[in-house]
């Protein structure tokens, strides 16, 4: 069974481009969540959702940032216009029911963006 | 708001003893408790969890203790090898049950 999977794994951008960060949860998964993490920080709560629905984006930035998990591909986290101060990881996860007896969050390798 | 943290930073010990590493968090209502490990350039992988109703979990040479009391976390490695040199996380899920509250790790390094 694969895990979650994200591409690209290394992302380089200019300012003011666009980032397209992509994630397949692990299979049976309908669940997908999105992290980012700063050097030497733990791992801070972007977004939750599910097929075609953003469950909770409270901690997604208000402006430039947005993500969708359409019924049919990969969940996608976009950026618009980068700043340097968005090059961080950011990791996906995936779980099959959050609040039934399985919420443990399966996380993938992450991508590594950089702006310069 | 809801937090978590670690007790220390960093943690050294040699191959073959017991690693304890420790984390504390601030919401009494949280129900799930999770640990993983991360090695350099990788995502988190998960090493175990435990919910509030249990105070205690056992996995393959680690052990997760909840203290609901006095609201701490901690996870015991025993036998600790070089290959669980690595950053060690606390996580607990918020009350909504849509995200995890990461502490901000334990480095953990083995000297054999």
């Known amino acids: 069974n694969a895990g979650v999977m994200q591409n690209p794994r290394h992302l380089v951008r200019r300012r003011g481009q666009e980032a397209r960060l992509r994630c397949s949860p692990m299979?049976?998964?309908?669940?997908v969540y999105w992290y980012r993490q700063l050097p030497e920080e733990g791992l801070k709560f972007m977004v939750y959702l599910q097929k075609e629905n953003i469950i909770d984006e409270s901690g997604m930035p208000k402006e430039r940032f947005s993500a969708e998990f359409p019924k049919e591909g990969p969940s996608i986290l976009r950026i618009q216009q980068v700043v340097r101060g968005d090059s961080a990881a950011y990791f996906c996860?995936?779980?099959?029911?959050?609040?039934?007896?399985?919420?443990?969050?399966?996380f993938g390798p992450g991508t590594r963006l950089l702006v310069l | 708001g809801e937090s978590v943290g670690l007790h220390l930073p960093t943690l050294s010990v040699q191959e073959g003893d017991n690693s304890i590493i420790n984390c504390a968090y601030s919401n009494s209502a949280s129900d799930y408790f999770i640990w993983y490990k991360q090695e350099s350039g990788k995502g988190p992988q998960f090493i175990i969890d435990?919910?509030?109703?249990?105070d205690k979990r056992q996995g393959q040479r680690v052990t997760v203790l909840l203290n609901k009391t006095v609201k701490h976390l901690s996870l015991q490695i025993a036998a600790t090898q070089p290959g669980d040199s690595a950053v060690y996380f606390c996580a607990c899920l918020n009350q909504a049950g849509t995200a995890l509250i990461f502490g901000k790790g334990t480095t953990l390094s083995v000297s054999s």
């Open positions: 435990i919910r509030s109703n249990m």
């Open positions: 996860a995936s779980s099959p029911n959050p609040r039934g007896d399985s919420e443990t969050q399966y």
């Open positions: 299979k049976g998964h309908s669940h």
